[in-house]
Every structure is written in structure tokens, then in C-alpha cells.
């Protein structure tokens, strides 16, 4: 049990950081580039990196390669205790709307 709460506080503490909880929101509406995750946030790319990197290793995140690139998204399998903030997360969806990168695009898939 004690175990479990360890867990719990460390992935709570993960959240708690501004930039990762923006990019969880942005996440929540679709599976995103780190192109696109840069461009919203307004960071650099190997900033927003380490914080994707972070949210992989405690399995809130997962990434698929398709060529150069890497795709997020929310890991379905995740805690219900992190997946209960999902509802409570503002909408995003304005801001992935306004993307435009040439570098990708995840819906071009078939």
C-alpha cells in the first residue's frame, strides 16, 4: 500500500508541472507530433522532448515512430487515479487547430 501511494505522489508531482499538464491537455485531444506540441507550448524541441520524455517513464504517454518522427498520445492503459484529471482539463482544441507544420501531419494516415 505505501508502495502504491509512493506512486501515486510521483506521478502527482509529475502533473503538477505547468508544461506537462498542457501538453497531457493537448494530448487529450489528439495524438500530436512534437512539432506541433512545440509550437503551441513554445518551447524549444529537446525542452518539450524532456518533458515527453518524463510522462513516457511513468506510462501516461505513448509514442509511435511513422519515418523521422514521433507521435504522442494518452497511454489508454494509464492509472485511473491520472485518468480522472483527464475530464477536468480545459479544451484544447483551438490551439491544435491553429497548427500548420509542414514537418507532419498525423491525419494524413490511412
Same mark, same amino acid.
Given at each position: 500500500?505505501?508502495?502504491?501511494?509512493?506512486?501515486?505522489?510521483?506521478?502527482?508531482?509529475?502533473?503538477?508541472? *505547468?508544461?506537462?499538464?498542457?501538453?497531457?491537455? #493537448?494530448?487529450?485531444?489528439? !495524438?500530436?507530433? &512534437?512539432?506541433? $506540441?512545440?509550437?503551441?507550448?513554445?518551447?524549444?524541441?529537446?525542452?518539450?522532448?524532456?518533458?515527453?520524455?518524463?510522462?513516457?517513464?511513468?506510462?501516461?504517454?505513448?509514442?509511435?515512430? *511513422?519515418?523521422?518522427?514521433?507521435?504522442?498520445? #494518452?497511454?489508454?492503459?494509464? !492509472?485511473?487515479? &491520472?485518468?480522472? $484529471?483527464?475530464?477536468?482539463?480545459?479544451?484544447?482544441?483551438?490551439?491544435?487547430?491553429?497548427?500548420?507544420?509542414?514537418?507532419?501531419?498525423?491525419?494524413?494516415?490511412?
Amino acid at each position: 500500500m505505501e508502495q502504491k501511494i509512493q506512486k501515486m505522489a510521483d506521478t502527482y508531482k509529475l502533473l503538477a508541472d *505547468k508544461t506537462r499538464l498542457t501538453i497531457v491537455a #493537448l494530448l487529450k485531444e489528439q !495524438e500530436l507530433c &512534437v512539432c506541433d $506540441i512545440t509550437d503551441v507550448i513554445g518551447m524549444s524541441q529537446p525542452n518539450a522532448s524532456q518533458h515527453l520524455r518524463k510522462l513516457k517513464s511513468a506510462g501516461l504517454l505513448n509514442e509511435r515512430k *511513422k519515418g523521422q518522427w514521433v507521435y504522442y498520445s #494518452l497511454n489508454p492503459a494509464a !492509472e485511473s487515479y &491520472v485518468q480522472c $484529471i483527464y475530464e477536468h482539463l480545459p479544451s484544447m482544441k483551438s490551439k491544435i487547430v491553429c497548427l500548420n507544420n509542414d514537418c507532419c501531419s498525423p491525419q494524413e494516415e490511412g
